[in-house]
């Protein structure tokens, strides 16, 4: 028997490398309570969330240039669209199949993304 590769295994095979990465370097620069959400088959806004939290606004902003710039140099890839840095309490970063939320904590409990996708897998990343 053989594997069968489609273009859709491949482009949730790249989301689930690149929420992965994204998480990875939200750790790197001490972001909070990181998780990745695994909404595929739910919905077809995105295959992963990746959620974590800021220590403070400038915290937020700096966490969304940081991932904004290394997703940009090691995948090639850039953001479809960003959000919130204006306020910084929540920033969106839209990389189509993988969408970031880097919340100030008080947002992220408001909006409480996590129930609100209850049928999602969630995989709560650590080092």
Known sequence: MTDTFTEDSFEEENSESLATFIAEQLSAKKGEQISIMDLRGLTSLADFFVICNGLSDVHV????????????????????????????????????????HIFKSDMREFYALEKMWGDATVKNFED
């Open 61 to 100: 902003k700096t966490l969304a240039d940081e991932i904004s710039e290394k997703v940009r140099i090691e995948m090639g890839e850039k953001p479809w669209r960003r959000e919130g840095l204006e306020t910084r309490r929540w920033v969106v970063l839209d990389f189509v199949n993988v969408v970031v």
